[in-house]
């Protein structure tokens, strides 16, 4: 009989990791040797349980789940890393992948979805969900150039300025602002303040261009 995958939950909401738990236990042939809800909880568990795989969630309200997965890889290199989020942001993929984890799945997957990843990633594979992938192949393409004002307005919305405090120190309407948002949003293919922010604070530079 083949002995049960063990496996690290790390997610910073006990809601999401009892849930998980649950489904797992329901399917049989895993075992939850633990959970952690930060980055040092996280490590101590990695030492003392020594699971195969864990299932780690990107936003850790204590520390990042991305660098996290780097320490923890670099301690056990042969670990499997599945990385579970909310957020599809080519971004966080591709560092997710560069940091060294094999798989990345949606909070809103099944939990076909989940095992399938899980069981990808446990046989040496790699594991994208559907939406991810969709975004990651659009991210391919180009990115389109931002023009030198569009530019300088994504470095104000890296700082956290608002769109009036940047109409003021840009001499410009806010109406002018807001449509300049706008453009950006639409050049680069995001949805709404929140991810026009997160973009900004990743890709934003200093007047001068995104080069």
Do not use: C, W
């Amino acid at each position: 009989m083949t002995e049960a995958l063990r496996i690290l939950l790390v997610d910073d909401h006990p809601l999401v990791r009892e849930g998980l738990r649950a489904r797992l236990q329901a399917e049989g042939g895993y075992e939850v040797v633990a959970e952690a809800g930060d980055a040092e909880s996280a490590m101590q568990a990695l030492v003392r349980e020594q699971p195969e795989l864990v299932v780690m969630d990107v936003g850790l309200k204590q520390g990042n789940g991305i660098e996290l997965a780097a320490q923890m890889l670099a301690r056990r290199p042969e670990l499997h890393l599945l990385m579970f989020s909310m957020y599809d942001n080519p971004e966080y993929v591709q560092r997710a992948l560069q940091a060294g984890a094999r798989g990345y799945v949606l909070k809103d997957a099944s939990a076909g979805e989940i095992l399938v990843a899980i069981e990808a990633v446990r046989a040496g594979g790699t594991f994208l969900s559907p939406g991810v992938s969709r975004r990651m192949f659009r991210a391919q393409a180009p990115r389109p150039i931002l023009t030198p004002r569009e530019s300088e307005i994504l470095s104000a919305l890296a700082r956290g300025e608002t769109s009036k405090q940047i109409a003021r120190a840009l001499d410009l309407s806010v109406r002018t602002v807001e449509t300049h948002r706008q453009n950006i949003k639409r050049k680069l293919d995001l949805e709404g303040p929140a991810e026009l922010m997160r973009y900004a604070l990743a890709h934003a530079r200093e007047p001068g261009g995104d080069r």
